[in-house]
């Protein structure tokens, strides 16, 4: 299966730490990619791999990962990191198919 | 500057058709597997459609399948995906976004996004 299910919306004290996670099956065998979004805008990559930020990306952003079990770090959170967050994965298929997991709003108190 | 730039979205019947483009500038797109994404209004980000680079290589969600079809010219950079028999569940912000991808070190990823474009399907 490739569906992907993240946890509840969370909140976080502005310096503070929050973890969000992202579980499923492909994410036995594939690492998870996550995409931050903010209202009106496109996502946007922070993640991917074992723990990899794209260019530009502030490095209190990072990943995790164990088993079927992904996680994103946020620490000492920003005002401008409120935000939905999405996973993403590729099933293990010979017909490549990914999966977003349904995304997690993390709101800075 | 790398960038993507949808069009080809507006209202359209239940039933109709409709094509999106995606028109890639600052990179090769022929070195690049395309991804178009969705998202409904207030809803999540749902991945609809896969072409590897050649175009040889294509995948659908489930959701789309049978429906939907889509194509590139990396002569004339840009990806399409041409949509029929819409439902008003297909109403949503369509996004093209550029993939990469490694089955030897499991990294999959979409490292560039377009702005979306809006397509609603109602009577």
């Known amino acids: 299966s490739s569906e992907l299910t993240q946890g509840p919306d969370v909140s976080v004290g502005l310096g503070q730490t929050v973890t969000i996670t992202c579980q499923g099956d492909s994410l036995r065998y594939n690492y998870a990619s996550w995409y931050q979004q903010k209202p009106g805008q496109a996502p946007v990559l922070v993640i991917y791999g074992q723990n990899t930020r794209p260019s530009g990306i502030p490095d209190r952003f990072s990943g995790s990962d164990s088993g079927t079990t992904a996680s994103l770090t946020i620490t000492a959170a920003q005002a401008e990191d409120e935000a939905y967050y999405y996973c993403n994965c590729r099933d293990t298929s010979d017909t490549p198919h990914w999966a977003f997991g349904g995304g997690t709003k993390v709101t800075v108190l | 500057e790398v960038q993507l730039v949808e069009s080809g979205g507006g209202l359209v019947q239940p039933g109709g058709s409709l094509r999106l483009s995606c028109a890639a500038s600052g990179f090769t797109l022929g070195d690049f597997e395309m991804h178009w994404v969705r998202q409904a209004p207030g809803k999540g980000l749902e991945w609809i459609s896969y072409?590897?680079?050649?175009?040889?290589?294509?995948s659908y969600s489930d959701s789309v399948r049978g429906r939907f079809t889509v194509s590139r010219d990396n002569a004339n950079p840009s990806l399409y995906l041409h949509m029929t028999s819409l439902r008003a569940g297909d109403s949503a912000l369509y996004y093209c976004?550029?993939?990469?991808?490694?089955?030897?070190?499991?990294?999959?990823?979409?490292?560039?996004w377009g702005q979306g474009v809006l397509v609603t399907v109602s009577s």
């Open positions: 976004a550029r993939g990469y991808s490694s089955r030897t070190t499991g990294e999959f990823f979409f490292d560039v």
């Open positions: 072409i590897s680079n050649t175009g040889y290589h294509i």
